[in-house]
């Protein structure tokens, strides 16, 4: 799949595990997380900016 609708929910699912592990970060520190762990695939989709959402990075990589 792709587009937002296929990429929404993705990024929301990602979004509620980072919470899970950590209940008090703010939103825009589980943005901010959610971001920093994205794997740039701009290259594969003709230059255009495009991020993939590393659920595991994101998981792993963050701070409590």
Do not use: Y
């Not at 799949?1 to 008090?24: H, K, Q």
Request: net charge positive.
């Amino acid at each position: 799949g792709s587009g937002t609708s296929f990429s929404a929910p993705w990024v929301a699912g990602e979004a509620a595990l980072i919470r899970a592990r950590s209940p008090g970060l703010s939103p825009s520190q589980v943005l901010t997380q959610i971001q920093a762990t994205s794997d740039d695939v701009s290259a594969s989709n003709g230059g255009v900016r495009t991020v993939r959402v590393n659920d595991l990075r994101g998981i792993k990589n963050q701070t409590r």
